[in-house]
């Protein structure tokens, strides 16, 4: 009985050593996509990040000085091209390469946005020098949704996951002042509304695609390299200065990451501490006895 009890209590004290340390060393759990669910064959390797480019076109003009309280859109398109996952305490610094989308040939994952809606919290000039200030806008999101769709060889656009703006996000958009046009960076969080069961897999194959809309969330960072700014200006709603065929609008293209944060489930967690409670009745009623 005491080889039995100290087995399990090794056992026990393993497990729980294996998710403090998940714990510590990544934002979640692994993931992994069973392309099997989109007319492809086998899994991608296990990740926590999607990588890739963002185009986005917005009603927001830098070129004119904005009110707070002034209202914008955003439609965009997120080109999945790499697949990472952490490996350290250290986030990102050292990512595990290409973990399976450019590897498994054949397939895309594609994410859109057409209804990103926000405004205008501050904006803030700042005198650099006699000849340079810098002008900095502050945007809250207030509102959105994202669809996330994958493709297989010649076969059709399969959505695999709906999202929506989760306690809303924010963005700033910085002119330097030194002529190289504005610098941008947003910053929003989604639940999931929807995943495709089959799609989502933990590190053991299960479908997690339930538990995703349960308990997960994708943080969405863009990072501006370029801005143009297009003919026409949309504000509040209404067309202003020298074009009379449209609204102006800013495009931009923007580097992009997405971390897939999904909790480990409570019940694993309580499964070791039920063991405990088990061995701690079991020790009780031997001295009982």
Known sequence: MKKILF??????????AGISNAAITLPGMPLQFDLTAIGGSGTTELFQRLN???????????????DVGDIFEDVGTFVVSSLFEQIDEYPWVNPVGDLGLGTSS??????????????VSAYVETIVSATVTQKTTYLDYASGTMTLAAKYGTGSVVPVATFSILDGGWGTLTDNGLGGGPVGAIHIELAFNSALPGFWENSDGEDISAYLVEKGK???????NTLEVLPGYLKNGTCIG????????????NGTDADV???EPASMLLFGSGLFGLIGAGIKKRKIS
């Open 7 to 16: 087995f399990i209590v090794l056992t026990v004290c393993i497990f729980t």
């Open 52 to 66: 890739g480019q963002t185009i986005a076109t917005s009603t927001y003009n830098t070129a004119v000085k904005p």
């Open 106 to 119: 054949g397939w895309s994952l594609i994410a859109d946005w057409t209804d990103l809606q926000g405004s």
């Open 218 to 224: 994708m943080e969405v960072n863009l990072h501006s």
């Open 242 to 253: 020298d074009d009379v065929s449209g609204c102006t609008t800013i495009e931009s293209i």
């Open 261 to 263: 944060i999904v909790p």
